[in-house]
């Protein structure tokens, strides 16, 4: 079933939707990859702005988005299948991660497709043992291509990925995502732009549980991994995230940085609110924002505010802060 052509949508319509969607796909803005006729992409060494967004969702234009920002950060995976045999392994783990409510998104592309996971910021390294775990774990061949390909950037802006619904230069065809049925996430381009604007993101206790499982018979060339160290094996046998959440209830935590009334509503901290947009579920324990900043646990909201309080919002960060403020006697 093809997508609304693009061209439908007026440029308000598709900018705001283009803000968003780049958020969820974009690492780093002080460069970005254009893909020219053969295939390839060049890395062209200007600032990425909102109008190349449009150009590409309109097909005038195709990127490619880089794995890594430029601190070496992440926070999403991608597994390229670049046949029909890895297409349908990559298939047999979205259904998988689906039977465990793990959110996955399934991309078509010109020879098989691609497999994104959407996860808290994690560091390159970090990301890619989770990534290789999940396919050692699942049985999967070791051939597929895993995004990001380093650990961490050494020259240059590392591996890529073409940037989804734009119009592939050497086939001229525009590539939907797909549910595990085959049929569109969305029909329109305007709708999956929508969803994919607001991804659903691996929780942090699927990383932790998965990355628990990997041997620990390391390789002495690997760097031992910090992610572990900070979340996994607490005293009491609970993964630390458990305890954090245990600790203190989402209301009274979040009540300590926003102002909620008696209905558990108030002015976002994340965005420049003037309707009351923020609430906290005192039955179900999570924030959330109707405007679009995301909700979920006490860890969801710290990583949050400390991004935009210019600090670092690493998931290992996250709770080590956190950790250090509901933990410590």
Request: glycine share 8%; aromatic share 10%; charged share 20%.
């Amino acid at each position: 079933m093809p997508l609304k052509p693009e061209h439908l949508l007026p440029d308000e319509t598709l900018l705001e939707l283009i803000i968003p969607f780049g958020k969820t796909f974009v690492h780093r803005q002080d460069c970005y990859p254009r893909q020219v006729l053969s295939g390839s992409y060049v890395c062209v060494k200007e600032p990425l702005t909102d109008t190349h967004l449009v150009a590409h969702v309109r097909g005038t234009l195709t990127l490619g988005a880089y794995a890594l920002d430029a601190q070496s950060m992440a926070h999403w995976l991608c597994l390229d299948a670049d046949d029909e045999a890895q297409w349908r392994e990559v298939l047999k783990l979205a259904g998988f991660l689906a039977a465990e409510g793990v959110p996955a998104y399934l991309e078509t592309s010109r020879r098989g497709g691609h497999l994104w996971l959407f996860t808290p910021p994690l560091k390159g390294s970090d990301i890619r043992r989770f990534g290789k775990q999940l396919i050692a774990a699942y049985g999967l061949s070791p051939n597929l291509e895993l995004y990001p390909k380093q650990d961490s950037l050494k020259t240059g802006p590392g591996s890529l990925v073409r940037l989804p619904l734009g119009v592939h230069r050497k086939s001229g065809k525009r590539y939907p995502f797909i549910q595990l049925d085959g049929t569109p996430l969305a029909p329109t381009i305007r709708e999956q732009l929508v969803l994919l604007g607001s991804p659903q993101r691996v929780s942090p206790d699927f990383i932790e549980q998965v990355l628990a499982e990997i041997p620990h018979e390391e390789p002495e060339t690997v760097e031992p991994i910090d992610f572990n160290s900070a979340v996994l094996s607490p005293a009491d046998g609970k993964y630390l995230s458990e305890r954090l959440k245990a600790a203190i209830s989402v209301w009274d935590f979040v009540s300590r940085y926003v102002d909620l009334d008696k209905q558990g509503r108030g002015f976002c901290p994340f965005h420049d609110d003037h309707h009351k947009s923020f609430g906290v579920n005192a039955t179900a324990n999570y924030w959330h924002c109707w405007a679009g900043c995301g909700g979920g646990s006490i860890i969801d909201f710290w990583m949050k505010l400390r991004a935009a309080r210019g600090l670092d919002s690493s998931f290992t960060a996250t709770i080590t802060g956190l950790a250090d403020m509901l933990l410590s006697e």
